[in-house]
């Protein structure tokens, strides 16, 4: 599947679902003073969670661009180091505005990425955490549960705490909660005795999460329950196409490589000449990309 197959795939199995299909909203956030770039799905969605708004559909789907290049999700500098570090992204998300939650989130995350009409992954090779709880809100027996009967076997489930477990806030107060991550487990060798998807490592590459919005934090730390229970889920478009297509780097991916062609035209150096070369690349065409 190229790029525009995969995001078509992900939004006709949730209209399947009963989601409305709603468009993205624009990079450059108008009426936040927290935040001046979107930098996740749920931006435009912050003032249904904290029931500013009224609701008109419960479940909604999208395909949100997002720029990471400030406050605590910032990526600019890791642009080029890496294999799948990009600044601007698009993230392919479900939303339950107070209707379903955690055993339904679990079931169509399980089903979209296992079932060989959507993305057919390999479940052998799939691994998930769920939040290990502490003082702000207990540990996520629930998701375990709903892990436990899609048949991951306990080994693949690791219980993480909130540093690695907890979505939001996307600014400094407002929704977040804890949330369910699903990840690929690559060739690479367990990097010792404790590896895990918290490591860096490389051998668990995140792929979705499904965050559970139920709090609402406040500017003096506290965290206060939300009215109604929401779901957040974010599946980076970009890294699973590199997935998908086998590719080893997002940068070779269908969406990059057109980008990177045209400038190994107009620099008359290659991609594959590796190094600071490479990286450089990486970087204009990450910032082309965004810029346009
Ligand atoms: N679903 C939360 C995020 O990754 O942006």
Redo the contacts with the bound molecule.
């Keep these: 599947m190229d790029s525009n197959q995969i995001r078509e795939t992900f939004l006709d199995f949730f209209r399947s679902k009963g989601h409305r299909i709603v468009p993205s909203a624009p990079m450059v956030v108008k009426n936040d003073p927290t935040l001046m770039f979107t930098n996740?799905?749920?931006n435009q969605f912050k003032d249904l969670f904290l029931g500013n708004s009224p609701i008109r559909d419960r479940r909604v789907a999208d395909s949100q661009k997002c720029l990471r290049v400030s406050g605590k999700h910032n990526d600019l500098e890791e642009v080029g180091l890496d294999t799948y570090h990009h600044t601007m992204f698009e993230?392919l998300?479900n939303w339950s505005l107070g209707d379903y939650f955690k055993k339904e989130a679990i079931e169509w995350s399980w089903e979209f990425l296992t079932s060989p009409d959507y993305l057919g992954l390999d479940p052998e090779h799939l691994a998930v955490s769920v939040f290990a709880g502490d003082e702000h809100a207990p540990r996520d027996e629930e998701s375990y549960e709903h892990w436990r009967r899609m048949g991951l076997p306990e080994d693949r489930i690791f219980f993480l705490p909130k540093e690695n477990n907890w979505?939001g806030p996307a600014g400094i107060t407002g929704p977040c909660g804890p949330d369910t991550e699903m990840f690929l487990i690559t060739d690479k060798e367990p990097c010792g005795p404790d590896c895990s998807p918290a490591c860096d490592c490389g051998r668990y590459l995140e792929i979705w999460?499904d965050?559970f919005m139920e709090y609402n934090k406040q500017a003096d730390g506290s965290y206060l329950p939300l009215e109604q229970k929401n779901v957040?889920?974010?599946m980076g478009l970009d890294r699973t196409i590199a997935v998908l297509q086998g590719a080893p780097c997002v940068y070779e991916s269908d969406v990059f490589r057109p980008i990177i062609t045209k400038i190994e035209a107009l620099s008359g150096r290659k991609y594959e000449e590796g190094g600071e070369v490479q990286r450089a690349i990486r970087i204009i065409a990450d910032h082309i990309r965004c810029a346009a």
């Design positions: 996740a799905g749920m993230m998300g979505w999460n965050v957040d889920t974010g």
